[in-house]
């Protein structure tokens, strides 16, 4: 059993930032309205709170639920409390569920365990907030959504948060937003609540987040998919042979996946599946001047190599391009296509599939046979130099993008911040650091320290290293 730590009062109710508000979260200029949660949410000034409450009958369910089927999407009604400088907003009968798909883990205990509230063995855990769920138009501050992560295999406390944050920084409206939160969870008839640490709070991609951009994709809902993986097939826009609306049942071997999942409008999976299917078959036949015509008709492009050059300068291995993976992929009503980044956490060093994310060459970052929609464009020479002159534009010691003298400090600054919160009733994830996950193939990669030697003679710097690699 993990020893049990106490929460001192003063962790849930000081919240201090070392950060300049002159330094807020940018988002593109381009965007000519701004939800309201853009600002009173997602505020990388701040540490917001986030306390969660649950009945016992809720939570063991919650337990028993992940038992009968890890990767099951069931809710739990809960009691939401956020709160931050604009205020405090409680909503109740919100919908609570487990979230990750290799990082999902239990609450708490070990299977079969029911809570102990005696003696808890609490375990950090990726959630998701449904305010709709029980409560019909329910919204908090206009979502409908809401996720949390905790910070794994992340010593830094800062990846996710610092990679979402380039995206806007640097024009890539289509990001969804990242910030900080400190949680704590109540279950009902316990002495005190669990406070469980520092984690990052992110944007879910759902139809609120497709009304926020309607400005810049038309109004409506089009068709929105997620790309990954799903048994041998992967997302890579050529195999077509998995592609559906997931079904994740408690029992799960009637449960269904598909690399290809539709996130909206899933009652028209046909014209959705049509669609898709169209443009993959054109994205792969279609050759020369009518390729370039056609895809510039069915994408924004510079927006898409924008994307992608900031995807490959912070090293994001488990992508589209080298992994077919952890994307979404949006057909909008102004008969455009939106690639979407997503899940962000083993980045800055932490890397698998590539030999070294820190020193692979932007132009053949992953497989170049199978990811034509990657591969395809950049064979075209007038995007194959936008996409270098967006890589050197990252890596411009005058911009306040990639630079390691501009991303050393805010990455310091988020830490600061967050300082005080880090440690927690799990017992897990005590510290700040700066050393990438275990289990990559690169760890000497540092985030604030180290030379520029891409990781193979001792400790070297990722933002160094990376902007010294670049072969042009």
Known sequence: MKKIFLLFPFLLLFNCSNVDDTSTQNIAANRPST???????????????????????????????????SANDKRVVSKFTFTNRSGTVVLDSVGLRLKGNTSRRRPEGDNGQLHNAISPDWHHSHFGFDFSKYRDAQRFKGLDKLNIKWFKDDATYIREIYCYDLFHRFGCWQAP????????????????????????????????????NKAMWGAGTGFLWKGGWSGSNNANFVSTSSIGVEDVNIDSSLSQYYAYDLKTRKDELPAAKAELLQFISDLNTKTGAQFQTWIE?????PLFLKTYATNVVVGMWDDYWANGNNFYFYFAPNGKAYFIPYDYDNTLGTSQIVSNAGTQNPLTWGNMTERPLITKILAIPQYKTMYKNYITEL???????FHSTKSIPRIQAWQNMIYPFVWNATGEDMQI?????????QPNYRVKTGNS??????????????????PW
């Open 35 to 69: 939800p309201v949660f853009e600002s009173t949410v997602f505020n990388l000034n701040e540490v917001a709170t986030i306390s969660i409450e649950v009945s016992l009958a809720q939570w063991n369910k919650l337990l028993e639920n992940y038992d009968l089927n």
């Open 177 to 212: 937003l990242a910030s900080y939160c400190k949680v704590s969870i109540k279950v009902q008839g316990d002495a005190a609540p669990a406070y469980f640490g520092v984690y990052a709070m992110i944007e879910n991609i759902d139809e609120v987040y497709l009304a926020k």
């Open 297 to 301: 008709q069915r994408m924004d492009v």
């Open 395 to 401: 890596n411009n010691a005058n911009n306040d993008y």
């Open 433 to 441: 650091g700066d050393t990438p996950a275990s289990w990559g193939n």
């Open 453 to 470: 030697s891409g990781g193979n003679n001792g400790p070297a710097n990722y933002f160094s290293s990376k902007t010294a690699s670049i």
